[in-house]
């Protein structure tokens, strides 16, 4: 089992910055790809970035230039800095992590609760 923890969500006004965190923790091996999706009231989840655990990158087009992913691997932690923030960047934010869980090394995809971003004047 594989729990994951958001925090850093809230409200800014356009043109802010908030830094998301994803605490993972459980009975793994290993984290593999970590990523931060984001759902928008009435729209599908999407993903917004994703960082590999060879800190490879995979950016949406809507947050390149603006987001930054990072991880820590000694914290289990996975890191989103949004920068240049847009009212239609609001939306809940969910951290999505592949872990190689013990005892038999299976590959599991685990999902955090969800945090609060909104972007409003």
């Known amino acids: 089992q594989v729990q994951l923890v958001e925090s850093g969500g809230g409200l800014v006004q356009p043109g802010g910055s908030l830094s998301l965190s994803c605490a993972a923790s459980?009975?793994?091996?290993?984290?593999?790809?970590m990523g931060w999706y984001r759902q928008a009231p009435g729209k599908q989840r999407e993903l917004v970035a994703a960082?590999?655990?060879?800190?490879?990158?995979n950016y949406a087009d809507s947050a390149k230039g603006r987001f930054t992913i990072s991880r820590d691997n000694a914290k289990n932690t996975a890191y989103l800095q949004m920068n240049s923030l847009k009212p239609e960047d609001t939306a809940v934010y969910y951290c999505?992590?592949?872990?190689?869980?013990?005892?038999?090394?299976?590959?599991?995809?685990?999902w955090g609760q969800g945090t609060q971003v909104t972007v409003s004047s």
């Open positions: 999505s992590v592949a872990a190689v869980t013990l005892p038999w090394y299976i590959t599991v995809n685990s």
């Open positions: 459980g009975r793994f091996f290993r984290l593999d790809d």
């Open positions: 960082i590999g655990r060879d800190d490879s990158t």
